[in-house]
């Protein structure tokens, strides 16, 4: 079996990268740094909306929160504004630097993810390694099926395939970039910020979490498996 995670793009993203992708191609002389900038940003700010934001909006339309349930979530929203900002601020200010030429690459890098379509919403996808897709899936399964008690464990492999994604669409297109010292160890130091940030709040989650109520997991562990596609 192989395992992926599917992420969804509205088309209009997808189109402006793919257009940029094949001006940068075609040697467009004009700078196209913003453009791209915009573009890896907006699709950031989807995926972050899609995984987390929706849960987020969930909770908020709850009438039945405790004042510890309100307390988790202001915190929980901080971390989601936090990382958002960092990824609005950070991304086309690191792109800003860089000719076409060098961004030719990265472009290609990340069109490579994706499956072409004319839907409105597009799959951008990675792929997880054998082990972890079916140790993220069998405990997710667990969640699904009632056993609270898989629910640290699941996260923990939440962890792990978010640091893949990580890996696939800001470290490795950074490494192709080759920035110098100062900036790289700048975008390294938000890349651990906003990254270890969000974790701990995901391995907390599982450690609070109260077991008697299995409903809550359960809807949890549904969200996150549809983004897990086995094949």
């Known amino acids: 079996m192989q395992y992926k995670i599917d992420l969804l793009i ?7 990268l793919k257009n940029i992708t094949q001006s940068l191609n075609n040697g467009e002389k004009k700078d196209l740094a913003k453009q791209l900038g915009t573009a890896f940003t907006e ?25 510890n349930g309100k307390k988790k979530l202001k915190e929980a929203e901080q971390i989601f504004d936090q990382i958002e900002g960092a990824l609005k601020k950070y991304m086309p200010w690191s792109i800003s630097f860089f000719s076409n030429d060098r961004l030719k690459p990265v ?3 990340i069109l490579k993810k994706f499956e072409d379509s004319n839907a409105n919403e597009v799959v951008m996808y990675y792929q997880l390694d ?40 800001i470290r490795d297109p950074k490494t192709l970039l ?27 989650a599982g450690e609070e ?20 596609i086995v094949a």
């Open 10 to 16: 509205k088309q209009q993203t997808y189109q402006e």
């Open 43 to 67: 699709m950031s700010c989807q995926v972050l909306d899609q995984v987390f934001g929706s849960l987020l909006n969930e909770q908020r339309s709850r009438s039945d929160l405790d004042a």
């Open 107 to 109: 472009a290609n890098h």
């Open 130 to 169: 054998r082990n972890l897709g079916e140790q993220a899936n069998a405990n997710i399964q667990k969640v699904i099926d009632g056993d609270v008690h898989a629910l640290p464990a699941a996260l923990k492999d939440l962890v792990k395939v978010i640091d893949l994604g990580v890996s696939e669409f």
């Open 178 to 204: 080759k920035f110098n010292f100062v900036v790289d160890k700048t975008l390294n130091g938000v890349i651990n910020m906003i990254t270890s940030t969000g974790y701990k709040r995901l391995e907390k």
């Open 209 to 228: 979490y109260d077991p008697a109520n299995v409903e809550k997991a359960q809807h949890y562990a549904q969200h996150f498996k549809k983004f897990l």
